[in-house]
C-alpha cells in the first residue's frame, strides 16, 4: 500500500528483541518504510464485521460493570456508569471497531504484536462531526496503543482540539434557585431537543383538555433545541437556569491505578483501569445537556430532586430515558414517587440505536409493530408497554 502526504499518523511493522511490534509514526515515515505498512485512514475506512462489533462492546461494557460499577453514585444512588452509560458505549464502540479493523488488515492478522504509540499525541480526540452542543469523542490510535498497555510518559490524554476547548468554571457548585410560583402539578415532562418538544407538546396538550396541570421543562442548551408551548391552556413552560450544564471537573472516585484487570477483545488485552482514565474526558468535560460531566450529573439530580419535591407530579413524561438526562429523570421520577412514562419520539430499529435499553415505568409506542422492541428494550421490573397509533393521541399517562 503506498504512503500518503496528507500527514496523519501510519503503522509500520518494528521488532523489539526479535518480537514484532507495531509502531505509529508520521505518514512521511512511511515512505522509507521496509516493511509492512498502513495509513491509519486507510485502518479506520476499513468494514468490521457488525456481529463481532457488537459483541466486543457487550463484553467490554460487562466488564466494566462489574469492574467499575460502583466506585461512584449520585447522593440519589445512580451508579455512574448507568447514568453515562450512551456516551461510554459509543466509545467503546470506537475502541473496538479500531481493534477489528486492526485484525483486519492481513499483516497484522498474520504477525500480531503490542502497538506503540506517537509521542505527543493526545489520547482522545474529537471526530468531524462534532457541535457545540454534541461532542463526538473517539479514540486517537495512540490511545488504542495505551489501553492494550503500551508506556505513553509524553502523551497528554486530551488532544490538541479537546485541550483548546475553553473549561468552564467549576466554583458554582449548586444550581439557581427554584422560582417560587410553581405550585403542584400533575405531570412534569422534560425535554431537551426539538424532537422531544414535537413529541411532547401534543401529549400534554390532550391531558390539558383532560384537567390535567402540566410542567413542561426546556433543559436545552441549544437555543435552535429549545421548545415553545404556544398558548395551550394546562401547560406551563420553564426553562432550565442557565448554569445547570456548565460544570467541569473531577470525577471522584473514578481515578484508578493500573491494574491486573483486562477484558480480552479479539485477541487483544483492554486495560479497564487505563480506559477509565481515558472515559474521564468525557466525564470531566461538560458537553452541555446531550452529554453533561459527571459534577453536572451530581447538579441535575440535585436540581430535579427540588422540582419533584416543589411540584409533587405523579407521572414524569419523556422522550428520552436512554441518554444521562432521561437515565437521571427517570431514576429520580421513581425515587420521588412518580410514575415515568417514556413515549416514543421517533422510529425504532435494533440497529439504530446506542442502547437497546428504556428505563421508564410505562412506554408507549406509535404502533404495533414497535411493542416488541419496546417489550424486549425495557429495563424497569414492572414496566408496561402499550401501542397508542401515534404520540400525538397517547391517552393520559396517570
Same mark, same amino acid.
Given at each position: 500500500?503506498?504512503?500518503?502526504?496528507?500527514?496523519?499518523?501510519g503503522l509500520?511493522?518494528? *521488532?523489539?528483541?526479535?518480537?514484532?511490534?507495531?509502531?505509529?509514526?508520521?505518514?512521511?515515515?512511511? @515512505?522509507?518504510a521496509?516493511t509492512?505498512?498502513?495509513h491509519t485512514t486507510?485502518?479506520?475506512a476499513t468494514?468490521v464485521?457488525k456481529?463481532l462489533?457488537r459483541?466486543?462492546?457487550e463484553?467490554?461494557m460487562?466488564?466494566?460493570?462489574?469492574?467499575s460499577?460502583?466506585l @461512584?453514585?449520585?447522593?440519589?444512588?445512580?451508579?455512574?456508569?448507568?447514568v +453515562?452509560?450512551?456516551?461510554?458505549?459509543?466509545? /467503546?464502540? !470506537?475502541? &473496538?471497531?479500531?481493534?477489528?479493523a486492526?485484525?483486519a488488515?492481513?499483516?497484522?492478522?498474520?504477525?500480531?504484536?503490542?502497538?506503540?504509540?506517537?509521542?505527543?499525541?493526545?489520547l482522545?480526540?474529537?471526530r468531524?462531526?462534532? *457541535?457545540r452542543?454534541y461532542?463526538?469523542?473517539? /479514540?486517537?490510535?495512540?490511545?488504542?496503543?495505551?489501553?492494550?498497555?503500551?508506556?505513553?510518559p509524553?502523551?497528554?490524554?486530551?488532544s490538541?482540539?479537546?485541550?483548546?476547548?475553553?473549561?468552564?468554571?467549576? %466554583?458554582?457548585?449548586e444550581?439557581?434557585?427554584?422560582?417560587?410560583?410553581l405550585g403542584r +402539578?400533575d405531570?412534569l415532562?422534560? $425535554?431537551w431537543?426539538s424532537?422531544?418538544? @414535537?413529541?411532547?407538546t401534543? /401529549?400534554?396538550? !390532550?391531558?390539558?383538555r383532560?384537567?390535567q396541570?402540566?410542567?413542561l421543562?426546556?433543559?436545552?442548551?441549544?437555543a435552535? !433545541?429549545?421548545?415553545?408551548?404556544?398558548?395551550?391552556?394546562g401547560?406551563?413552560?420553564?426553562?432550565a437556569? $442557565?448554569d445547570?450544564?456548565?460544570?467541569? =471537573?473531577?470525577?471522584? =472516585?473514578l481515578h484508578?491505578?493500573?491494574?491486573?484487570?483486562?477484558? +480480552? &477483545?479479539e485477541?487483544?488485552g483492554?486495560?479497564?483501569?487505563?480506559?477509565?482514565?481515558l472515559l474521564?474526558v468525557?466525564?470531566?468535560t461538560?458537553g452541555?445537556?446531550? +452529554?453533561p460531566?459527571?459534577?453536572?450529573v451530581?447538579?441535575?439530580e440535585?436540581?430535579?430532586d427540588d422540582m419533584?419535591s416543589?411540584?409533587r407530579?405523579?407521572?414524569?413524561?419523556?422522550s428520552?430515558d436512554?441518554?444521562?438526562?432521561?437515565?437521571? @429523570?427517570?431514576h429520580?421520577?421513581?425515587r420521588?414517587?412518580?410514575?415515568?412514562?417514556?413515549?416514543q419520539h =421517533? %422510529?425504532?430499529t435494533?440497529?439504530? /440505536?446506542a442502547?437497546?435499553?428504556?428505563?421508564?415505568?410505562?412506554?408507549?409506542?406509535? =404502533?404495533?409493530?414497535?411493542?416488541?422492541?419496546?417489550?424486549?428494550?425495557?429495563?424497569h421490573p414492572?414496566?408496561r408497554c402499550?401501542? $397508542?397509533g401515534?404520540? %400525538?393521541?397517547?391517552?393520559?399517562?396517570?
Amino acid at each position: 500500500m503506498s504512503p500518503r502526504t496528507t500527514g496523519g499518523l501510519g503503522l509500520v511493522r518494528s *521488532s523489539n528483541a526479535g518480537k514484532p511490534t507495531w509502531a505509529l509514526v508520521g505518514t512521511g515515515a512511511l @515512505a522509507h518504510a521496509r516493511t509492512d505498512h498502513v495509513h491509519t485512514t486507510d485502518l479506520e475506512a476499513t468494514t468490521v464485521d457488525k456481529q463481532l462489533l457488537r459483541s466486543g462492546v457487550e463484553d467490554v461494557m460487562a466488564a466494566l460493570d462489574h469492574y467499575s460499577a460502583t466506585l @461512584a453514585s449520585t447522593p440519589g444512588g445512580a451508579g455512574w456508569l448507568h447514568v +453515562q452509560h450512551v456516551p461510554v458505549r459509543r466509545f /467503546v464502540a !470506537e475502541i &473496538v471497531r479500531k481493534l477489528l479493523a486492526l485484525n483486519a488488515w492481513a499483516p497484522f492478522a498474520s504477525t500480531p504484536g503490542p502497538l506503540t504509540l506517537a509521542p505527543y499525541e493526545g489520547l482522545v480526540g474529537l471526530r468531524s462531526s462534532s *457541535s457545540r452542543e454534541y461532542l463526538a469523542y473517539t /479514540v486517537t490510535w495512540s490511545g488504542v496503543a495505551y489501553v492494550l498497555g503500551a508506556a505513553a510518559p509524553h502523551n497528554p490524554t486530551r488532544s490538541a482540539q479537546l485541550r483548546d476547548r475553553a473549561r468552564t468554571s467549576t %466554583a458554582n457548585t449548586e444550581p439557581s434557585p427554584l422560582p417560587s410560583d410553581l405550585g403542584r +402539578q400533575d405531570v412534569l415532562a422534560l $425535554s431537551w431537543t426539538s424532537r422531544h418538544a @414535537a413529541t411532547l407538546t401534543p /401529549v400534554l396538550a !390532550e391531558l390539558a383538555r383532560g384537567g390535567q396541570r402540566n410542567l413542561l421543562l426546556d433543559l436545552a442548551t441549544d437555543a435552535a !433545541e429549545r421548545c415553545s408551548a404556544g398558548s395551550v391552556t394546562g401547560i406551563e413552560l420553564r426553562s432550565a437556569p $442557565s448554569d445547570l450544564f456548565t460544570l467541569s =471537573g473531577t470525577a471522584e =472516585g473514578l481515578h484508578r491505578p493500573d491494574d491486573e484487570h483486562v477484558v +480480552q &477483545v479479539e485477541g487483544h488485552g483492554v486495560q479497564l483501569a487505563r480506559l477509565i482514565r481515558l472515559l474521564l474526558v468525557l466525564l470531566e468535560t461538560s458537553g452541555g445537556c446531550t +452529554q453533561p460531566s459527571w459534577r453536572t450529573v451530581v447538579r441535575a439530580e440535585s436540581w430535579l430532586d427540588d422540582m419533584l419535591s416543589s411540584t409533587r407530579p405523579h407521572t414524569v413524561l419523556l422522550s428520552n430515558d436512554t441518554s444521562p438526562l432521561g437515565v437521571l @429523570a427517570a431514576h429520580a421520577a421513581e425515587r420521588h414517587g412518580a410514575n415515568s412514562v417514556h413515549v416514543q419520539h =421517533g %422510529a425504532w430499529t435494533a440497529e439504530s /440505536v446506542a442502547w437497546p435499553a428504556l428505563h421508564s415505568g410505562d412506554i408507549i409506542v406509535m =404502533g404495533e409493530r414497535d411493542l416488541a422492541l419496546g417489550r424486549g428494550w425495557a429495563r424497569h421490573p414492572e414496566a408496561r408497554c402499550t401501542s $397508542s397509533g401515534s404520540p %400525538a393521541s397517547t391517552s393520559s399517562p396517570a
